[in-house]
């Protein structure tokens, strides 16, 4: 029982990065019908420029983690006019084939430059908080790991909030539904799109900060957090906001209790079972409605 | 014309590039029949490949004959594509990219960890290459790289050609009709998920057979050589740089792709960087490959299509 809980704990705080990538990820493709295969590199980009605003600049880590997500934000921005530029105009198959191999592309592009500006080594975000073992009952946390946990789920309330009752939120979600519909009522739909990349890459890279600061970064990071993202949110159905919080947590849990009992290398398996599961069952998602 | 190379380029190391660039034939080729001519983008292609190289190695480092790999490599393919198919195939766009993806690292992870199977990352080592009986000749061992190279022109040959005779076929024309107008060819009575996976299938068992040819020459087999996600980049910039939906364009692209890292050596690190930026151009400024500067896009050469397809079927 004292083991579960502090499986439930560890899966809580692993959980709660996955909801940070997953958000982003899920937004991305509900507004712009973009699977970005980039997410993760927003990811790994944000950590890197946390890692060196604390270490070469010497910046307070909170300053960093904002600073940092402003200008992975900004990028965002700069890679949403990329793929708006030259993919307007083209047919659903043509868009699809253009927007996954474009952002495969500079997925490969950031990870390798950064390789080999950076250089292959690991690293970790000096933060300034605790991370010594605190016991509470019968689960052993850290300061950090409680942090990590009330930055996740308080963005993500604050962005669900957001969405629900702030104008521009339900302009977002008019476009969701239907761009041409949203755009002939006088919706800016670039402005949506360019918002979205922005709050989606912003939202990835303070994840990769808080887990460059809780274990370490390295270039290649973006590619396995990547496919958790799709892990989770196809478990909590493509382009649902909901499905990528609920999904982002049961993925982290049920990761973080299978490796109580399966072998450590399995458990990296496990997503990617639970994915085709999921599509077998309940292609939809756990939360989700059918937006295909 | 292919049969005479060896006799031009002697030395081994070319040899070696061009039975690469036979065996990626074989991948360009078959990824190209489910995602240029169906149009749905496979990530999990690699992972047949794959499939095939472990399947063959067990076999053939149990004692059996590397032909009898090749039947299992075959069969083991046929059965899980069309296994996976089941799941697979009902879903489009970015479901069938990610569920692909997801099928691929599912056996990557499985490739790594069942090391009492597969030794896990160090991989099965020591693979035997085949033996040939030729009429007159007798049994021969091809050990040679010569040998290797027409064993694997030819087999690439075999493929390209079954390739092509598939998409001349009515199956063909039925998977550019669907790709191009999925409600329409619905509406003239084509079963999309008979069709699809028979694309599957004979992609899937394709690249099992390509899988097979990568195992028996390289002579190991890893998670990381044969199940890794940078394969399956590979395969779809031969694809994307050829010009997909063509059955030259994969040749080209697997020629491209197996000699441009020679070409990029002196760049170092920074060799897959400019693999990103060359796909990044290309997909903005180029998307349907070397092919288009020909004029030969894809959906230009089909149109008009629908207008045989709607008579053959009164007929």
Same mark, same amino acid.
Request: proline share 3%; hydrophobic share 55%.
């Given at each position: ?7 439930v704990? *560890? ?5 709660s990065?996955y ?8 937004i991305? &493709? ?11 590199? &927003? ?17 307070? &880590? ?5 600073l ?8 965002g ?6 793929? *708006?530029?030259f993919?307007k105009?083209?047919?659903e ?10 952002t495969?592309?500079?997925? +490969?592009?950031?990870? *390798?430059?950064v390789n080999?500006l ?6 970790q975000i ?32 604050i &962005?669900? +909030? ?9 302009a ?5 539904e ?9 919706i800016n ?13 912003a ?10 600061a809780?274990?370490n970064?390295?270039?290649f990071?973006g ?6 993202a ?5 478990l ?14 049961? +993925?982290?849990?049920i ?19 639970l994915?085709?599961?999921v ?10 409605r059918?937006?295909? | ?21 036979a065996?990626?034939? %074989?991948?360009?080729s078959s990824?190209?029949?489910i ?14 490949a ?6 063959t190695a ?5 004692? $059996? ?22 799941i ?9 990219v990610? #569920? #692909? ?6 056996? $990557?992870?499985t490739?790594?960890?069942?090391i ?5 990352p160090?991989?099965l080592?020591?693979i ?10 007798? #049994? ?6 010569? #040998?290797?190279?027409?064993l694997?022109?030819? /087999?690439?040959?075999? /493929? ?6 598939l ?21 003239v ?6 069709y699809v996976?028979f ?11 390509g899988?097979?040819?990568?195992a028996?020459? %390289? ?7 044969n ?6 980049i590979?395969? /779809?910039?031969m694809?994307? /740089? ?11 692209g697997?020629?491209?792709?197996? $000699?441009?890292?020679e070409?990029?050596r ?19 400024f ?7 500067l020909?004029?030969?896009?894809s ?5 008009g299509?629908f207008?045989?397809?709607a008579?053959k079927?009164?007929?």
């Amino acid at each position: 029982m004292q083991d579960l809980l502090q499986q439930v704990f *560890n899966g809580l705080v692993v959980g709660s990065v996955y909801i940070l990538m997953a958000v982003g990820l899920t937004i991305i &493709f509900g507004v712009m019908k973009i699977v970005n295969f980039a997410h993760g590199e &927003f990811y790994m980009v944000g950590a890197y420029v946390a890692f060196y605003l604390v270490s070469l600049a010497g910046l307070n &880590f909170f300053v960093a983690l904002i600073l940092a997500s402003v200008l992975v934000g900004l990028f965002g921005i700069l890679i949403e006019r990329l793929i *708006n530029r030259f993919g307007k105009d083209m047919a659903e198959l043509e868009y699809t084939y253009f927007t996954i191999l474009l952002t495969i592309a500079i997925s +490969l592009v950031l990870a *390798n430059t950064v390789n080999v500006l950076a250089g292959p080594s690991q690293h970790q975000i000096a933060t300034g908080i605790s991370t010594a073992p605190i016991q509470i009952g019968p689960v052993v946390v850290s300061e950090f790991k409680l942090l990590v946990i009330v930055i996740a789920f308080s963005l993500s309330m604050i &962005f669900g +909030l957001f969405l629900k009752y702030s104008k521009f939120g339900k302009a977002m979600r008019a476009t969701f539904e239907n761009r041409e519909a949203a755009a002939s009522v006088g919706i800016n739909t670039n402005i949506i799109n360019m918002v979205t990349f922005a709050i989606g890459a912003a939202m990835a890279s303070i994840g990769g900060i808080l887990v460059g600061a809780m274990f370490n970064i390295f270039p290649f990071m973006g590619s396995q957090a990547s496919l958790k993202a799709f892990a989770v949110v196809i478990l909590g159905g493509l382009g649902s906001f909901i499905g990528a919080v609920v999904g982002g947590l049961a +993925l982290g849990i049920i990761e973080s209790i299978a490796s109580g009992y399966f072998a450590v290398g399995y458990k990296e398996a496990i997503s990617f079972v639970l994915i085709i599961l999921v599509l077998v069952f309940r292609p939809e998602g756990l939360a989700g409605r059918i937006s295909r | 014309m292919l049969a005479i190379l060896p006799l031009i380029f002697s030395n081994e190391y070319t040899l070696h590039l061009l039975i690469l660039v036979a065996i990626n034939v %074989i991948f360009a080729s078959s990824l190209n029949l489910i995602s240029g001519y169906v149009g749905e983008l496979s990530l999990g292609h690699a992972a047949f490949a794959g499939l095939g190289a472990y399947t063959t190695a067990l076999i053939s480092l149990s004692g $059996f004959s590397p032909w009898l790999g090749l039947a299992g490599a075959v069969a083991v393919t046929l059965v899980v594509s069309y296994l996976f198919g089941l799941i697979v195939i009902r879903l489009r766009g970015a479901y069938f990219v990610i #569920s #692909s993806l997801a099928f691929q690292m599912a056996l $990557f992870y499985t490739a790594s960890n069942w090391i009492g199977l597969t030794h896990g990352p160090m991989g099965l080592l020591n693979i035997p290459r085949p033996g040939l009986w030729i009429p007159g000749v007798g #049994s021969i061992q091809l050990n040679s790289k010569v #040998s290797f190279y027409y064993l694997s022109v030819i /087999i690439a040959f075999v /493929i390209v050609m079954a390739c092509k005779r598939l998409v001349r076929s009515p199956i063909g024309e039925t998977w550019v009709a669907i790709r191009e107008n999925e409600k329409l060819s619905a509406a003239v009575g084509l079963d999309r998920t008979k069709y699809v996976t028979f694309a599957f299938v004979f992609a899937a068992v394709f690249a099992g057979i390509g899988g097979w040819l990568l195992a028996h020459y %390289i002579q190991v087999v890893s998670p990381g050589d044969n199940m890794s996600f940078d394969l399956i980049i590979g395969m /779809i910039l031969m694809v994307v /740089i050829g010009g997909r939906g063509t059955i030259v364009g994969p040749i080209l692209g697997a020629v491209v792709v197996t $000699f441009l890292p020679e070409y990029l050596r002196g760049m170092g690190n920074w060799r897959l960087t400019v693999y990103g930026v060359i796909l990044g151009v290309l997909v903005i400024f180029l998307p349907h490959g070397i092919m288009q500067l020909w004029g030969i896009g894809s959906s230009r050469l089909q149109q008009g299509l629908f207008a045989g397809l709607a008579v053959k079927r009164k007929g």
